[in-house]
């Protein structure tokens, strides 16, 4: 008869070590019992990994061998000892829950982390999370998608200074709420303009004018002179918006 060996963690109860114990002695098996590290669920059953080794007469038989075959198995995500227990019919419904709390938070978790390895790769490239919760009360009513755009690039560039619903003298999609100031000069509106322009279809953008020139997506043109900065543009970009939302969510890995 093969030779049969049993490990127990303290505080395993005597129950569960007993049905271990038989079910290695009934079915000719080596049964070895080990903890589960860096769940804490609170439960002796939970602490137990209970696998099948030299098997050298029969099948295991019973639930235990259900268990030790699905440990064995290819799978997606890591395998908890507590899973095999469970898988047994062994764990209660306490260190069951237990068992779907830490995985929760082990989602949480690497949720947490590709976030932070997202803000990284902006920061690195001088950008910002694009959904920061900028407060936009100040640009009147304009249309959503024209919020949305505003949100977008004064989050990632860090600008709030914004004008949204405003009078002008001339013709303007200002007093429809079809458009937006975003006040910044030199190298920075370089990269809002060209941001808002790769990402025109997704934010419904109609034109851009920046430092006295104008691009509707066929490439930039040269405007009059009207005589001053603002009136210029050299002191904002002005993104103008289609009468209707664009068509999805803006890319910042277009964006410089």
């Known amino acids: 008869m093969p030779r049969h060996r049993h490990r127990a963690q303290a505080g395993l109860g005597p129950g569960l070590r007993h049905v271990a114990t ?3 002695v009934a079915s000719g098996t080596l049964a070895v019992v080990t903890p589960v590290t860096g769940l804490g669920l609170g439960s ?6 209970l696998a099948a080794q030299d098997v050298s007469e029969g099948d295991l038989g019973s639930p235990f061998a259900e268990a030790a075959a699905a440990a064995d198995a290819p799978r997606s995500a890591p395998v908890f000892g507590a899973e095999i227990v469970r898988d047994a019919g062994l764990l209660d419904p306490a260190a069951d829950a237990s068992l779907a709390a ?8 690497q949720e947490a982390a590709e976030q932070a390895r997202a803000a990284a790769e902006l920061a690195a490239r001088g950008l910002n999370d694009p959904s920061c919760g900028l407060d936009l009360d100040d640009l009147g009513r304009v249309k959503d998608w024209v919020s949305d755009a505003a949100e977008f690039l004064g989050c990632a560039y860090g600008e709030t200074d914004l004008i949204g619903v405003a009078n002008r003298a001339n013709a303007s999609d200002h007093p429809t709420g079809h458009a937006l100031d975003i006040m910044v000069r030199g190298q920075k509106g370089d990269r809002i303009a060209d ?5 025109a279809d997704e934010l419904g953008v109609k034109y851009v004018i920046w430092e006295q020139r104008m691009n509707d997506g066929s490439g930039w043109s040269t405007m009059e002179d009207r005589g001053g900065d603002t009136a210029n543009h050299y002191d904002h970009v002005h993104i103008s918006f289609d009468k209707r939302a664009g068509s999805g969510e803006p890319d ?4 410089a």
């Open 22 to 24: 038989a079910a290695a």
């Open 44 to 49: 002796a059953e939970a602490d137990l990994r």
């Open 102 to 109: 830490a995985r929760k938070a082990q989602g949480l978790a």
């Open 195 to 199: 941001c808002a322009l790769a990402n």
């Open 252 to 255: 910042l890995g277009r964006c």
